[in-house]
């Protein structure tokens, strides 16, 4: 006897596939985890940041599904809605969804709004940890985030706020950063790295190191090595853009070779 239609839809109408946001890492595709690259490979969708590298998107089957949905400061963007809409579209379509995300998910990648508007509609999510553009750059040249004699801690910190919000308050920061010995890592602050250096001179000393590195990890990493009262002369004059991050502190004494005030050392 055949199942009346009615009932075979409902039985098949939500079949739940998976999602797993992965950090794709500062872009260098060896410093994917073997996580990373066992859920890249396992994916039937892929929804792909600006800022994944096609070394990444290498492990991914050639019968997967890539959908570019590009989130960049300055440029024209995916909404974060439609990226929301398209994950919840393919889970419910039962797809094995890879979000791939630059860096990791969850340090300036919005996968906390992700995860949240995904467990909100009955969708379980995975997480991949990757490495963050801050550690990957600084250790690129050399140097650490945290040093016994030099910096007790780390803070990661976006130089862009979304609209309507107030922002970090540098002045506070550079307090706070100078009596706890702390390295501050900016992220997409080249844009107003004036503003920034202006307020972060309230409480830090002008002479106080830091490196820019641009495309970290990436065959064409640029950096260059300046102080607090040079930043945004060092990015004029060294044309650097996003991404990058800025890294303040004592620990950027460092980078092998550096010299300071000397003329700034540049990756080829």
């Given at each position: 006897m055949n199942m009346p239609a009615t009932v075979i839809a409902s039985t098949t109408q939500f079949n739940p596939g998976t999602v797993t946001l992965v950090g794709a890492g500062p872009g260098d595709p060896e410093l994917l985890t073997i996580k990373a690259a066992r859920a890249i490979a396992a994916a039937t969708v892929l929804l792909v940041d600006d800022l994944v590298s096609d070394g990444v998107l290498a492990?991914?089957?050639?019968?997967?599904?890539?959908?570019?949905?590009g989130k960049r400061g300055g440029c024209k963007s995916t909404p974060q809605a439609f990226?929301?809409?398209l994950m919840l579209m393919a889970a419910r379509e039962g797809e094995v969804v890879v979000r791939l995300k630059g860096g990791d998910p969850f340090i300036f990648g919005r996968g906390g709004e992700e995860v949240e508007h995904l467990r909100e509609a009955g969708i379980e999510v995975q997480i991949i940890n990757g490495i963050t553009a801050g550690l990957a750059g600084l250790t690129s040249l050399g140097a650490p985030l945290t040093h016994r004699d030099h910096a007790h801690g780390v803070v990661f910190i976006t130089g862009h706020a979304k609209p309507g919000d107030a922002g970090t308050d540098w002045q506070q920061l550079a307090a706070t950063a100078r009596d706890a010995k702390l390295t501050l890592v900016i992220y997409m602050g080249?844009?107003?790295?004036?503003?920034?250096?202006?307020?972060?001179?309230?409480?830090?000393?002008?002479?106080?190191?830091?490196?820019?590195?641009?495309?970290?990890?990436?065959?064409?990493?640029?950096?260059a090595l300046s102080t607090l009262g040079e930043l945004g002369a060092t990015i004029a004059?060294?044309?650097?853009?996003?991404?990058?991050?800025?890294?303040?502190?004592?620990?950027?004494?460092?980078?092998?070779?550096?010299?300071?005030?000397?003329?700034?050392s540049r990756a080829a």
């Open positions: 492990h991914a089957s050639p019968s997967a599904r890539i959908v570019h949905v990226i929301e809409k080249v844009s107003s790295a004036e503003q920034i250096q202006a307020d972060l001179l309230t409480g830090l000393p002008a002479d106080t190191p830091l490196a820019i590195i641009q495309h970290a990890s990436l065959p064409q990493q640029r950096h004059r060294e044309q650097l853009g996003s991404p990058a991050v800025i890294v303040v502190g004592d620990v950027v004494r460092g980078v092998a070779a550096m010299d300071l005030p000397q003329p700034l």
